[in-house]
Structures are given as structure tokens and as C-alpha cells.
């Protein structure tokens, strides 16, 4: 391993995400890779937009309830099956979380224990946790998924983890996240239509408004 800091850093969970410093070369799996050496970058591939615009005002996510339809892009989970979002939420009910950041795996977590008691007693409810990462990453895809999938191993994790690779403003635009330093929390229909919004880490009062978000979804 090179004195550099890796392009691939373990979070709380075992999860690995492309970290900020250049590398020649991360461990997957128990095996040394080579990864093609890339400049000291933010995961995020600018600063936020500014939605709305033409003199109309800034159209920005905020917490509460939402008018959104959920864009349609291309993912991956970490089993390696291709598939479409939101067409891969597979419940009538669906929570996805979007993060950003390879911090972000922590206020993740702070929700899954949550959203799987959730899940346990609502057999029509589905989460997913939907890593947001910029396109200049997807030459390393293949290491950091792999990574990801090496460090988990759960297949019901894998199987609701998806992964996204392009150009943020695709998932974020459609959206309106102008904050990508936090996570974000969306109730979904299984039409892809966003009703609810909620962001940052699991507080029992953020989880309430969810849960009567979701309870209020029509079937």
C-alpha cells in the first residue's frame, strides 16, 4: 500500500466509499488492486445548484411534506443486477435514503434499525439505501462496489443497497437537493411519486412524521 491515503475507506458498517486522498491501490477482498491514480477530489463533483432559477426562486428540498416524482435513473445493487429507479422499489411503501458522502454511512445506520422493525410488521413496506456517487468514480466502480459487497456480505443488504454513478445533478435536480452534506430520507409510492422528506440522522420525532407519511400513502 502507497504512504497516500486510500481511494477507498471503510464506514462504521464495513461499507467503502472513494475517500479524498490519491491512491495507486486498495485492498478488496483480501486482495491489493490497482486503481487508476486520480487528483485529491470531493466525492461530489461541485457544489450544490441552485434549482428553480429564471428570476422564479430557488427550488430546494427541505423537510416535510413534498410534491416530487422520484427521476428515473439507471443503478446497481450490490449483487451486481443492473436495474432502474424507482422501478426497483419494490414495495407499495418505500423509504430511500441518498447519501453522498462516505460519512454519511453513520446517519445511515442510525436509521436501519428503525426502518427494519418497520419492515418486520409492514409486509407491503421496502427501504433502500441508494449511495450517490459522482462519475468520475465509475472507472473504479467495480473496487468500490466490490468493496462495499466484500465488507456487508448480508444479501438482504445487498439486494437493497443501490448504487448510482453519473452525474448527481440527475438524481438531485429532479429532487431539488440543494444540500448534499447530509443525507436525505424519501417516502415513495410505488409509483415513484415523493410525499415526504426527511433528513440527517433518526431522531424518534423524525421517525413519527415518517411513519404517518408512510401510514397515509394510498394503497
Known sequence: MSGADPVMSTASDGAIWPADGVADEAVVDGRVAEVRRVDPV????????????????AMTLAPGPVELAFPDVAARDLEGRDVELPAAFTGRRNVAIVAFQREHQRLVDSWVPWLEDRAAVDPVFAFFEIPSISGRWSIARRFI??????AIRTPTVLQRTFTFYGDLQRLTGPLQIEDRDTIWLLVVDATGAVSWAERD?????????????????AL
Open 201 to 217: 440522522e433518526f431522531t424518534p420525532a423524525a421517525a413519527a412524521r415518517v411513519a404517518r407519511a408512510l401510514d397515509e400513502l
Open 42 to 57: 470531493d466525492l461530489v463533483s461541485a457544489r450544490p445548484r441552485v434549482f428553480g432559477g429564471g428570476g422564479g426562486g
Open 145 to 150: 462496489d466490490g468493496g462495499m459487497a466484500a
